[in-house]
């Protein structure tokens, strides 16, 4: 048994790591084997049945399904299977986005000195840390419409650090209008500046025609 579902793998690894392009009928082939030997308990032939149903190698293309079948196939102990298990919580692919899960199957795969693992860990911090810059931001907001500039003015203050370019062109607006704080041009345009000038993570914020100003300034009254 050990021995033919291992030529079942074998017979698919083949021809899904080929260099060249395959025609359907090796595609269905390599499949195929992949499902039979994953049917008879070789692990190592889950991740490549994952890989088929996850990219419409000999089948059609079903997320979900290559998603159950990389699960199978890291928590049975494939290690090749953690990096793609963690990829699919990262990006919610076949299955819902889950920091959490992300996390813990992208250190298992750094542990394991997968490639790429490092990366998407770092990145997926950076994407959790935008979307809780943006959520703050949207808070400060919230206070400006609701005329508590001077709230508005020390949230916004503790994205000097943070250097979201947004941000920060808000905080020079309190400080031109002179709402929340005393009204300081220099200061004002110093914010301007650094908003333009941007941040590596957040980007540029830039505002030629005023137009984002006059929003503001349109709340305020």
């Known amino acids: 048994l050990k021995q033919k579902r291992y030529e079942f793998y074998l017979d ?79 990006r919610g692919l076949g299955t819902a986005f889950s920091f959490k899960n ?18 998407e860990l770092t990145l997926l911090y950076k994407r959790r840390m935008k979307k809780s810059v943006r959520a703050l931001y949207a808070q400060s907001m919230e206070l400006i419409f609701k005329k508590k500039y001077s709230d508005a003015a020390k949230l916004l203050a503790s994205f000097e650090a943070i250097g979201y370019p947004k941000a920060l062109y808000t905080l020079g607006c309190l400080y031109e209008f002179g709402k929340g704080v005393h009204a300081d041009p220099k200061r004002a ?7 333009f000038e941007g941040h590596p993570d ?8 005023s137009d984002y100003k ?8």
Request: charge should be positive; hydrophobic fraction near 40%.
């Open 102 to 119: 992300a996390v813990k199957y992208l250190k298992i795969s750094k542990s394991l000195g997968l490639a790429g693992a490092g990366d």
């Open 189 to 195: 345009s110093l914010y301007y500046k650094r908003a």
């Open 202 to 209: 957040f980007g540029n914020f830039a505002d030629p025609k």
């Open 12 to 90: 698919a690894y083949k021809i899904i790591n080929l260099t060249r392009s395959v025609t359907p009928e090796e595609a269905f082939s390599a499949f195929k084997a992949a499902a039979i030997s994953s049917a008879m308990g070789e692990i190592r032939a889950m991740t490549l049945l994952a890989k088929c149903y996850f990219y419409g190698f000999g089948t059609e293309r079903d997320r979900q399904s290559g998603y159950f079948w990389f699960k199978e196939a890291a928590d049975s102990g494939d290690r090749e299977a953690n990096i793609h298990l963690a990829f699919c919580y990262s």
């Open 214 to 221: 006059f929003k503001i300034m349109k709340l305020i009254r």
